[in-house]
């Protein structure tokens, strides 16, 4: 058994409001200069969609993640010697037109336009040719399904588009809040020739070393989520960083930071490294979740306590493991999921997947639909986040109606009309940490090198998201 420590994220789909604040804070932080305009290192679509960049869900164009060949695990866009035959010239790169053109308006227009019987107006121009532009696509251009058409491309509606109609009676969506995933076996690390892309050895976060970086751009094409951006400006291939200094300090990412829905949780999972291969390796797609949770460890067992130790993982490491939101919805509950799990880079952000609208009937006080009667169609949540495996999207999905079930019934005095999974206590906190927890009880970062910033940190933040003067 080899341990290492990640840092890991979960979302709440059912509290994402599309709000777009996780992007536009990131986007103030870390892309708001040349070269990096049209990057969104956290992305938010509205689901059904085909996304940004366009139909990036799509391996059989972008040839991203990895397959089982012949029982073996290879990058999709080749081994060594094809790879190395596409040095130069790499035919499956998504182009600006697969992001879109980022564009700014003539401001100016407006401040210095002189009086006149008709409103100025200030057109769009090209952020990257500084000309006047016609806006035709934008990152978020399907935001509450606006896009229309484009709903019935989304690629995850391929396999199951009889199951479902995007008629308006039967209209569904979501919103998918996207970052880089600091996946385990990640596709963009061993896509790189120039050995620019690593995995932090004590965090797991993944970074592009700049000055490492040749240019070569085979990662972004490798990446199947598509969080690989390259900078025209620099040459250099760029990624989300996880904000690696402020998780040094023992502070969230500025997207969980600022996420207006308090649905973002991150804390440290601990993983036996040993069995990474053999995870991603899983032969029925189907099972590779599963694979994930069996190297997921256990923080409180004495065994896994002695080898993290040995291993040289710090005491407030353990203790964050131990205490960590991340661990509790991943593999104590098992509520959250990776998204695309079939791409096999076993990704390090998981979401709660969506209930859906729960409808309260008149006639009886306590309802709650079964999960098979739910808006969103299961086959479409098992698409996105268990490779099509709707069994185990109906089991969570059950945990979260249990939860709300158990809760609604405290408050009516009415019995459980079912069986449940877990003991009462279990749903009890269930609910405090995915409906109303606070921000320390979200956050459990441990700082760099000892715990003093985090309790300092404990100590600023009060109760809510954030601490600046006015916050709560
Ligand atoms: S999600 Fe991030 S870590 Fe995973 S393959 Fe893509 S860029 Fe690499
Ligand atoms: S800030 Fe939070 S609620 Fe708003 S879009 Fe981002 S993830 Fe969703």
Not at 166 to 171: A, N, Q, R, S, Y
Not at 175 to 184: D, I
Not at 405 to 431: H, I
Request: net charge neutral; glycine share 6%.
């Amino acid at each position: 058994m080899k341990i290492k420590a990640q840092i890991s994220m979960v979302m709440n789909l059912d509290k994402c409001i599309g709000c777009h604040t996780c992007s536009i804070t990131c986007k103030n932080v870390w892309t708001n200069r040349q070269g990096a305009e049209y990057m969104y290192f956290n992305n938010v679509e509205t689901k059904p969609g085909i996304g940004y960049p366009k139909h990036w869900e799509n391996q059989e164009k972008w040839k991203g993640g990895w397959e089982l060949k012949n029982g073996r695990l290879q990058l999709r866009s080749g081994n060594k010697a094809t790879r190395l035959a596409k040095l130069f010239y790499h035919p499956d790169q998504p182009e600006m037109d697969d992001y879109y053109e980022p564009w700014t308006y003539d401001y100016e227009t407006l401040i210095t336009s002189q009086r006149k019987n008709h409103q100025p107006i200030a057109r769009p121009r090209s952020l990257i040719t500084q000309k006047r532009m016609e806006i035709k696509w934008g990152p978020n251009w399907e935001d509450d399904l606006a896009a229309g058409e484009s709903a019935r491309q989304d690629y995850n509606l391929q396999n199951i588009a009889e199951d479902i109609t995007l008629e308006f009676h039967d209209l569904f969506m979501k919103y998918l809040p996207r970052t880089c995933n600091h996946c385990l076996n990640p596709a963009c690390v061993a896509a790189c020739p120039s050995g620019a892309i690593y995995k932090r050895d004590e965090d797991g976060v993944v970074l592009v070393s700049q000055d490492g970086c040749r240019g070569w751009r085979h990662c972004v094409p490798a990446c199947p989520y598509k969080k690989v951006y390259f900078n025209w400006k620099t040459n250099k291939a760029e990624k989300c960083i996880f904000c690696f200094p402020r998780l040094e300090n023992g502070l969230p990412t500025v997207c969980a930071d600022s996420c207006v829905g308090r649905l973002r949780y991150m804390g440290v999972l601990l993983y036996d490294m040993d069995k990474v291969k053999e995870a991603a390796s899983t032969p029925d797609k189907g099972e590779i979740y599963h694979s994930m949770l069996d190297i997921i460890l256990n923080p409180h067992d004495p065994e896994v306590i002695a080898a993290a130790k040995d291993a040289g993982i710090p005491a407030n490491w353990l203790e964050a493991a131990q205490n960590s939101p991340v661990y509790k919805m991943v593999k104590e509950w098992q509520v959250a999921l990776p998204l695309h799990v079939e791409y096999r880079t076993l990704p390090m952000v998981w979401y709660v997947p969506p209930l859906s609208p729960i409808t309260q009937r008149a006639e009886a006080d306590v309802y709650l639909p079964a999960v098979q009667e739910m808006r969103i169609p299961l086959s479409y949540i098992a698409e996105l986040f268990a490779a099509g495996n709707v069994g185990v999207v109906e089991k969570v999905l059950q945990r979260l109606l249990d939860m709300r079930m158990v809760m609604r019934t405290q408050e009516t005095g009415e019995k459980l009309s079912r069986k449940l999974e877990y003991e009462l206590e279990t749903y009890q906190a269930m609910y405090r940490l995915m409906g109303i927890a606070k921000y320390k009880d979200r956050f459990n970062i441990p700082a760099g090198l000892t715990g003093e910033s985090q309790d300092k940190l404990r100590e600023l933040q009060g109760s809510c998201g954030y601490n600046c003067p006015g916050g709560c």
